[in-house]
């Protein structure tokens, strides 16, 4: 097990890479354009490719669990693999599975994703809060024991989310604020107040305006934040500054179709310029 904190080594690939992290979505068209079928041996061989334009350039990947899922034991065992190998090219992995659950369960999910030398080992994972922040209290206990990071959903660009996010908490420690703002909230103090610190960072999309979901990114302390959205979904990495204001320190900008669209024999030249022109504007 890695002796230094997630927190720690998410500053150290800012440090030397910037603040690009490439998603790794293996949609079925993105296997078409470059000229794979769409088999769990394609999956391997894209996602290989992608981690071998990304060794050395960029920081910090993400691959989306659901198109390894969708091909069952084989597509799992791909995703296995391609986890392994971009650890050793000293990638962080961050591993976009979304699990939210109670209990047990989610303490399963937890030792599923986070536990050093099994087999989808991944330095951080994304998880949804939508049964309660209270029930990732395990799962944030476990990833820090383990010197692992955790993603929160707070808000989220796709349209569905709106009514949600943006509803009224009533009682309680956070009420008057909307329940996007009470989840940011909750992930403020886990990162400040937990060792190692900064281990624990909120999703928030690049798209949305955040101030009409009750949130002034100044109010909060500079805690990790994912932001997808930038690239292909509209939202300009030059404005990541405007957009997100003090988050924008520890900003990981998440970009996927941007960078995979170069196809397999321009993704390395997509990654490398891609990284300088987020590294620029955030510099």
């Known amino acids: 097990m890695s002796e230094l904190g997630f927190g720690d080594r998410l500053q150290t690939a800012f440090g030397q890479f910037g603040h690009l992290c490439v998603g790794i979505d293996p949609h079925p068209f993105l296997l078409n354009e470059w000229e794979y079928d ?19 350039q960029v920081g910090i990947i993400k691959p989306q669990v659901a198109f390894y899922e969708r091909h069952g034991a084989r597509g799992m065992e791909a ?3 391609i986890i392994r190998r971009a650890r050793e090219a000293d990638l962080l992995v961050i591993s976009d599975c979304k699990r939210g659950d109670i ?4 303490e399963a999910y937890a030792q599923a994703w986070l536990t050093p030398g099994w087999s989808l080992e991944s330095d951080a994972i994304t998880v949804s809060p939508y049964l309660g922040s209270g029930a990732l209290a395990q799962t944030v206990n476990y990833a820090l024991g383990n ?13 569905e989310a709106a009514v949600l996010q943006s509803a009224r908490v009533t009682s309680g420690i956070h009420e008057g604020k909307t329940v996007a703002a009470a989840q940011l909230s909750d992930v403020a103090r886990w990162a400040t ?8 960072g909120a999703v928030l999309g690049a798209t949305l305006d955040l101030q009409s979901l009750g949130i002034n990114p100044d109010d909060y302390p500079a805690l990790p934040v994912l ?6 979904q509209g939202a ?24 995979l669209s170069a196809g397999r024999e321009q993704v390395g030249e997509a990654v490398l310029r891609r990284a300088a022109e987020v590294a620029s504007a955030l510099a």
């Open 147 to 159: 010197n692992k990071g955790v993603f929160v959903l707070a808000a989220t660009s796709n349209p």
């Open 227 to 232: 932001a997808p959205g930038f690239g292909f």
């Open 79 to 81: 995703l296995e693999y």
């Open 193 to 200: 107040d937990s060792t190692p610190a900064n281990s624990v």
């Open 38 to 56: 769409d088999s769990a041996v394609s999956l391997r061989e894209f996602s290989l490719r992608v981690i071998d334009a990304c060794a050395g």
């Open 236 to 259: 300009r990495v030059e404005d990541a500054q405007r957009l997100f204001g003090n988050l924008a320190t520890n900003l990981i900008v998440s970009e996927t179709r941007s960078v």
């Open 103 to 106: 209990g047990s369960t989610m």
